[in-house]
């Protein structure tokens, strides 16, 4: 296993200040240059795997919400995760997953669990809100290491914490910032 390969595998079983301290050190790596033609959006390679375009979508929104993005490599062609975002000095790894049908968020999410415990949902698509909600708040019933997640739906982010889905008001507070 390569060095990058090794510090990325460690992500995965890291927590708390570690897990921080190990994210940023893979984000200073090396192996990360800046994407020709994009600003703050960083690669190490992976620009060959079929969800790259996926990945460099998601890659510009973040860049335009004002995020540092560095996109990670696959390097054991196992399940990884796809981003880390740095904005204001605060590291976050994420798992993306690109939402294209109807009814596909909630089967998206449940991929996206044992990646990160960060999912990023981009919502290409309109998508019934109330569904979405409901998917978000079983994605959390079922994955007990989820902490986030972000949603990017046009030119703007949503983010959703475990704790938020815990409340009564919950569906209504989603809809009202959802549908915004």
Known sequence: MSDFAEELYKLRILTGAEFIAQLKLVAARGEFHLLEGETNIYTAGGERDKDYNNQLNAARKAV????????????????????????????????????????SAGNRLAESVGQANRVLLNMRKKYATRTLAVDI?????????????????????????RYQTTSPMFFKEFRKRYEK
């Open 64 to 103: 335009e919400l004002g995020y540092k993005v560095f996109i990670l490599p696959n390097p054991n062609r196992g399940r990884t995760p796809d981003f880390i975002f740095e904005k204001k000095g605060i590291y976050r790894l994420y798992d993306l997953k690109t939402v294209h049908g109807k009814v």
């Open 137 to 161: 708040k079983e994605y959390f019933e079922y994955n007990p290491e989820a902490v986030e997640v972000l949603i990017f739906k046009g030119m703007r982010s949503i983010s959703i914490s």
